[in-house]
């Protein structure tokens, strides 16, 4: 990968290369000129640009200032320059003095100095290009002394006193002319290099100063002006100038054409200072003063020089034109660079991207080899540990299914042993209830007592079972806890009592606690049993009981046989008899009592402790909270319930019919029995013929065993409630069985009560006559409709109870045709869209088809319960249209309103004949 991204870079910084070296800084030349105002300068410049334009390659900028032979403008002009970050400084100064300290000022600063043509009073200057104005001086000098044949008078017309050229010629021509005693310089005039300020001071100098013979000026410019005016004064001296440009109007063309006598040539050197700039940036060798060439132009060479200026400048022109083409390739060249540069990177870009894909191709390719190999190993591992786990499950289904079994058989036998006890216990209750003789009485209550024990015996059982399937779950009631404790200690005091043991109790008088009256009994009983069962005659039993920090602490003591120490950790587990216990005579039972205390126990957030020692006795303490948030009655309206507080007065009502299923022949026989007195009896021997019967006489109510051959009771009962024509018939469901999960199950497919055997018979009675009254007030008030049925059948409770509150706010707004759901919202007191989503939730329709049904339903409710005419139901019921009324009742309930309450009179009458 770095590799790749290496040679990226290379290939990239490859393709940015040219063959010569580019500047990636700008350069930056500034140009002050002391004056464009004549040819010779714009000349200079021009050449300077020429020059420039070959140097292509490089990022210039050329900025060019004119002082217009001011001196302070050109100082302005150079510190502009300097603030603009020039590279280097090319001055042509106005005026020496002047100019020198602000030069020297740049020279200090770093930046390079290039003079042309003019100089400073200062060598701080880095390099000089210009012709020698001293040689020049001398050479106008000679070709004076020529001119005059050795005898004359001269006019000398200077360029600016203050600029280093007027002061150098000057001197140069003076120094040859002096020579010449015979020659003399009349007059000296400052034309200040300018031709018109020299053409106004000639035209009127030459007034009165007319006599000389040669004028030499310090440029063409003036000598042509001095030319002008000696013309117009009919003068004619001899005239030499400087310059010697070869341009139309320039010195040379003034020679051709007479107007000057003769030149010095005076290049600009616009170029040279060009050369000398770059070599100086670039940081090549270069010369500090370049000489240019200078030469005399008169009428001997000036047609020779014009005619090779000529050509030059066509040559000039043939460079220029090229120059300007080699500018366009080169600019093309660059653009076509730039091209090649963004194309090449785009290659080499894909080339990368292709690369990488490569690159994490083989990556993954690697990976997924590895991922392969680790996959097959983890499958490997996977099917072993699958085995293994197959094997456990197998080995976990034998044993549950061996626990399953050995529960089953526990089950069955309790069942059987409850069906058994129920046929002792009923008959038994009569027999002690109708006989005087005493001593026969103290028998059977004897036998009776004996009974109740084996009916515990098996509840235990079958209470092992539920708490092992967490299916057993205390409910709390709050209650005098001393008062329910001594009536339990009352009935094993009696059995103490006749083993001489005497049992003594430690109680406070009254005592609030939070408890489940079953399971606590079951609990209590246990214990008392096992103390008094495990002690010796003449011994002694305390049952004591403390209140601490909101917990009660109940100890049942006994001075018995006691624990050996090595059984101790073991007594709560199931099934485990300690090794004394199993000497002793009460020795029966099987083992879970302890085990099934201590979980109940649990369930009831309690704890229990025992301390022992083998041969003295033992205390188990039992520690549970004295409150229980989930307990719901209150305390003052609380009383344990027991069956026989329930007995109640109930006149026969031979018009109903009680279905009886139950298998066992004795059984049924009893029940028969027991109801016969107020109903009609009918019976059936299983699930399957009492399902039959069920269907073809519609009775009033059932009452059937659960564990039945061919049929059970469940599926009897789900099978029932399923069918329209039968669902609406209460079922009991009577059955050894005491579990919650049954009831549940029971409850789940529509059992409308669930009574466990031994069961009571006036319990039995009141269950069937309150069941009777419900279900005829539930179809009076609500259940005309069979969609209601359906709902107050298979809803819970709260939702019962939300769609009763609905239906009787509609019924009590059905005759406004406009009461809605906003109307039903608000007198609920809910938001619209939370009673929209429980109407939803609780009756799976739209709340204004909930709305229509309830009308329905209420003018249903009408025409059974009034002799009203269709039109009055209908309006009443919230429908101005009758026959919309009619439509939508036959949709409702399948018959028309008129029909529906014909067929409602006469099934009552059937009722009551029955
Ligand atoms: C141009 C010029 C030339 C002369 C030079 C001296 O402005 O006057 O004619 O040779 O300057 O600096």
């Known amino acids: 990968m770095k590799r790749i991204i290496f040679f990226t870079i290379f290939l990239l910084s490859a393709c940015g290369h040219d063959k010569e070296y580019i500047p990636v800084k700008k350069i930056t030349i500034g140009f002050s000129q002391c004056t464009m105002v004549d040819k ?11 020059e420039l334009s070959f140097y292509n390659n490089y990022n210039i900028d050329f900025i060019v200032k004119d002082a217009g032979d001011d001196n302070n403008k050109q100082i302005e002009d150079i510190n502009d320059l300097v603030s603009r970050h020039i590279d280097i400084l090319i001055v042509s100064a106005n005026e020496a003095k002047q100019l020198t300290p602000t030069v020297e000022e740049v020279f200090n600063k770093g930046i390079p100095v290039i003079l042309i043509d003019r100089k400073i009073n200062s060598p701080s200057y880095t390099a000089f290009v210009g012709a020698d104005n001293l040689g020049i001086g001398r050479e106008a000098g000679y070709f004076a002394i020529e001119l005059l044949k050795g005898k004359g008078k001269i006019l000398e017309i200077t360029g600016l006193t203050g600029s280093t050229p007027a002061i150098e010629r000057s001197s140069g021509f003076k120094e040859i002319i002096k020579n010449y005693p015979a020659i003399s310089i009349e007059k000296s005039i400052e034309g200040r290099w300018l031709e018109d300020r020299t053409l106004k001071i000639t035209d009127s100098l030459f007034y009165t100063f007319n006599d000389f013979d040669l004028v030499f000026a310090h440029n063409d410019f003036m000598a042509r002006a001095a030319a002008y005016s000696s013309r117009k004064h009919k003068l004619k001296p001899y005239i030499i100038g400087i310059d010697g440009l070869n341009t139309e109007d320039g010195g040379v063309s003034m020679v051709l054409n007479g107007t000057i006598d003769g030149t010095i040539l005076y290049p600009s050197g616009g170029d040279k200072a060009i050369q000398l700039a770059m070599e100086i940036l670039t940081g090549k060798p270069y010369e500090t003063t370049i000489n240019l060439n200078t030469f005399r132009i008169d009428n001997t060479n000036a047609r020779t020089i014009w005619l090779q200026g000529a050509e030059i400048g066509s040559q000039q022109g043939k460079i220029d034109k090229l120059n300007y083409k080699i500018n366009n390739m080169s600019s093309i060249l660059k653009k076509r660079d730039t091209l090649l540069f963004l194309t090449t990177s785009v290659i080499i870009l894909l080339f990368f991207v292709v690369g990488t894909i490569y690159f994490l191709f083989r990556q993954k390719n690697r990976l997924s080899k590895a991922l392969t190999l680790k996959n097959k190993m983890i499958n490997q591992q996977y099917k072993i540990i699958s085995s293994q786990r197959d094997d456990s499950i197998n080995l976990l289904m034998l044993a549950e299914e061996a626990k399953e079994n050995k529960l089953r058989l526990f089950t ?7 069906t058994a006890v129920t046929l002792i216990m009923t008959p038994l209750d009569d027999l002690i209830k109708s006989t005087e003789n005493s001593g026969l009485k103290n028998k059977l209550e004897i036998i009776r007592k004996n009974a109740g024990r084996l009916n515990k015996l098996s509840d235990s059982i079958l209470r092992f079972r539920n708490i092992d399937e967490n299916k057993y779950k205390p409910v709390f009631n709050g209650a005098n806890f001393i008062g329910f404790l001594n009536e339990i200690v009352e009935i094993y005091r009696e059995k103490a009592n006749g083993k001489k043991i005497t049992v003594m109790t430690d109680l406070p008088p009254y005592l609030y606690v939070d408890f489940d009256a079953a399971m606590m009994e079951k609990i209590l009983c246990n214990l ?29 003591e006994d001075n018995g046989i006691g624990i050996p120490s090595k059984d101790i950790p073991y007594i709560f587990n199931r099934f485990y008899k300690a090794e004394n216990s199993k000497m002793s005579n009460e020795s029966e039972g099987v083992g879970v009592g302890l085990a099934i205390t201590k979980e109940l126990v649990q369930l009831h957030g309690g704890i229990i402790n025992v301390t022992s020692f083998e041969g003295s006795g033992s205390v188990f303490t039992l520690t549970i909270p004295q409150f229980n948030k989930n307990t719901t009655e209150d305390p003052e309206d609380i009383s344990i319930k027991y069956p026989s507080t329930l007995r109640q007065e109930i006149l026969p009502e031979k018009d109903k019919v009680i279905l009886v299923v139950e298998d066992n022949p004795d059984l049924l026989k009893l029940i028969s029995g027991q109801l016969e007195y107020y109903y009609s009896v009918i019976t059936a021997s299983n699930g399957l013929e009492g399902l039959e019967i069920t269907r073809k006489k519609i009775p009033s109510l059932i009452v059937s065993d659960i564990m039945m051959p061919v049929m059970d009771g469940l599926q009897m009962c789900r099978q029932i409630k399923n069918d329209s024509s039968t669902c609406h018939i209460p079922v009991i469901l009577l059955t050894a069985l005491d579990s919650q999960d049954f009831t549940i199950k029971g409850f789940e497919i529509g059992a409308d009560a669930y009574l466990t055997k031994p069961y009571n018979e006036n319990l039995l009675l009141t269950h069937i006559r309150n069941l009777l009254l419900s279900r005829k007030k539930i179809i009076d008030s609500y259940c005309p409709s069979s969609f209601f049925q359906d709902i107050f059948k298979t809803r819970e409770t709260s939702d019962q109870d939300f769609i009763k509150k609905c239906l009787d706010v509609i019924y009590d707004n059905a005759e406004s045709e406009d009461f809605g759901l906003d109307n039903l919202a608000d007198k609920m007191t809910m938001s619209r869209s939370s009673l929209y989503r429980k109407i939803r939730i609780a009756c799976n329709i739209r709340p204004v088809d909930f709305i229509k049904k309830a009308r329905l339903n209420y003018s249903a409710k009408l025409l059974m319960s009034k002799n009203l005419h269709i039109n009055e139901i209908a309006w009443r019921s919230g429908f101005s249209d009758p026959k919309y009324f009619s439509k939508c009742f036959y949709q409702e309930f399948g018959c028309y309103p008129k029909k529906y309450a014909q067929e409602f009179k006469s099934t009552s009458n059937q009722i009551a004949e029955n």
Do not use: C, Q
């Not at 010779?40 to 020429?50: D, G, Y």
């Not at 069955?412 to 409850?418: A, K, T």
């Open 412 to 418: 069955d036998i309790s069942h059987e042993f409850r």
């Open 528 to 556: 008392l049993s096992n103390a008094i069962k495990y002690t010796k005659p003449e011994g002694k039993v305390t049952v004591a009981v403390k209140n601490e920090n909101a917990k009660i602490l109940i100890s049942i």
């Open 40 to 50: 010779w300068r714009e000349i200079m410049v021009m050449e300077m640009k020429r």
